[in-house]
């Protein structure tokens, strides 16, 4: 990265927490680029500079959270949508800890980003983000294990509402409990206690 480009993605950060900053204490439509640029520490004709307006902003930060999410996951968990057809039924599992462990640490160490997006999901269009797990993952999945097509999306929603539920009470409570912990009652609640015994006696 050369000096433009670092001093570019330097102010970019910048901005992306600036809007992540206010978004906790109001909602989109009442952010103004005055209170951004403050916020960023930057001048109005820096924000224009990388941006057209606060949208181009939200898209920008929306990938940046996107990233950072992502970064907590190994390169083989997060190459998982091109094996799909190919690979073990067992391999599909995603409620393990390879999967889980990343995931929690993820919102351990960033509740306060992980709230403030899970309040703000329709603003940065992580419905859009869902649809295209659900069409290019969950589906497949599904798919190979031979689950009715009619009824893929409501057990979707039962399983991803029923775990950020469990999520949110750990973060509620101050993430007491460690990583492993919740990971465990996760799967104890998808799996069934007793399910999850007999699989740790092999």
Do not use: Q
Not at 41 to 46: L, Q
Not at 55 to 76: G, H, K, W
Not at 160 to 184: P, Q, Y
């Amino acid at each position: 990265m050369n000096k433009s480009e670092s001093k570019y993605f330097n102010t970019a950060v910048k901005m992306d927490i600036a809007l992540i900053s206010l978004l906790k204490k109001k909602p989109l439509e009442y952010i103004t680029i005055s209170e951004l640029c403050e916020t960023a520490g930057v001048n109005r004709s820096t924000f224009y500079l990388h941006y057209e307006s606060i949208c181009d902003l939200l898209d920008e930060t929306t990938r940046y959270l996107l990233d950072n999410f992502l970064s907590y996951f190994s390169n083989e968990t997060k190459t998982i949508a091109i094996n799909l057809s190919e690979c073990e039924l067992s391999e599909l599992n995603f409620i393990c800890d390879k999967y889980l462990i990343p995931y929690l640490t993820y919102i351990k160490e960033n509740k306060e980003v992980f709230l403030t997006a899970l309040s703000h999901i329709n603003s940065f269009g992580f419905e859009k983000v869902y649809n295209r797990l659900f069409e290019n993952i969950f589906n497949p999945v599904l798919e190979r294990f031979k689950y009715p097509k009619d009824n893929r999306k409501y057990v979707m929603k039962y399983y991803l509402n029923g775990i950020n539920a469990i999520i949110l009470e750990w973060v509620k409570d101050e993430c007491r409990k460690s990583v492993s912990e919740i990971s465990d009652i996760i799967k104890d609640c998808v799996f069934g206690l007793n399910n999850i015994l007999l699989m740790n006696d092999f």
